[in-house]
């Protein structure tokens, strides 16, 4: 069973600095691309940062210079550095990963960044 459980999220004030972290299990984690979408209400869930199974990156352009990706293999765990946050950054940050055309989803993790 796929199960994929994101951690990190919380307050944090403009041009501050969160990490988050999603670990996965129930999957073959060396083989698996995976990407964190983020979602505010009323908008589509959209993509921030993915990252392929040999570790190359690609990023939102609002995000650019400012969010970088990362994957520990023997921890099963992928990481998303997010510095210089805004308050457009706010939203449910939620981890994913595509096997066999099928999606799998995190139950998202909350960051606000406010003053």
């Known amino acids: 069973q796929v199960q994929l459980v994101e951690s990190g999220g919380g307050l944090v004030q403009p041009g501050g600095s969160l990490r988050l972290a999603c670990a996965a299990s129930g999957v073959f984690f060396v083989f698996c691309d995976m990407a964190w979408y983020r979602q505010t209400p009323g908008k589509q869930r959209e993509l921030v940062a993915s990252?392929?199974?040999?570790?190359?990156?690609n990023y939102a352009a609002s995000v650019k210079g400012r969010f970088t990706m990362s994957r520990d293999n023997p921890k099963n765990t992928v990481y998303l550095q997010m510095n210089s946050l805004k308050p457009e950054d706010t939203a449910v940050y939620y981890c994913n990963t595509d096997i066999s055309s099928r999606n799998y989803w995190g139950q998202g993790t909350q960051v606000t960044v406010s003053s």
């Open positions: 990252i392929t199974s040999g570790g190359s990156t």
